[in-house]
């Protein structure tokens, strides 16, 4: 197995077990009415995310192109929380860390991903669609879009991380 592969199935199963852990910091730092009433407020029905179609019988080209497109909606989309955060609450350090090594851990990922479609597959771009700019919104409006990101999040990244995850086995 190759080094990259197996980078990329750490950081995969490295950001899905962390994920819950973030999202709960994320609600816990909002306060109220987030950690109370994060089910309708946090419900990401209404949203973009990259839609995730791919299961484990999925061929592999197209499970990796997927994973792309999902991360890199993600590390945008963590680019802009993070940012709205250290705006709105620029004393929960620990939250601050927790979306920067997530950032961190999803641009490598990125990278590796990007090498994978190269070499394997000769895939040079991807057409990736991000999600709306919290940039201009009212602070309740920024806290709403971080925490139905972050939820959607936590939804998708263990099914990406059991559909993804075989694929990277050694064959």
């Known amino acids: 197995r190759s080094n990259v592969q197996e980078q990329t199935r750490r950081q995969v199963a490295l950001l899905n077990a962390t994920a819950q852990e973030l999202f709960s910091l ?28 791919v299961n484990r019988t999925s061929e592999r080209k197209e499970v990796m192109v997927a994973m792309y497109k999902l991360f890199a909606f993600l590390n945008a989309s963590l680019g802009n929380i993070t940012r709205d955060q250290e705006e709105l609450n620029p004393m929960a350090k620990e939250l601050l860390e927790r979306l920067h090594n997530t950032t961190k851990t999803t641009r490598g990922l990125i990278s590796n991903l990007t090498c994978l479609l190269c070499k394997n597959y000769n895939i040079f771009q991807v057409d990736v669609r991000y999600g709306d700019s919290s940039k201009g919104k009212s602070a309740f409006k920024k806290k709403q879009q971080g925490c139905q990101v972050l939820r959607k999040y936590v939804q998708v990244i263990g099914q990406a991380a059991r559909v993804l995850l075989p694929h990277l086995s050694p064959s």
Request: include cysteine.
């Open 26 to 53: 994320y609600l816990k730092c909002q306060g109220e009415p987030f950690s109370s009433e994060s089910d309708k407020l946090c419900n990401p029905a209404g949203i973009f995310f990259p839609t995730f179609r």
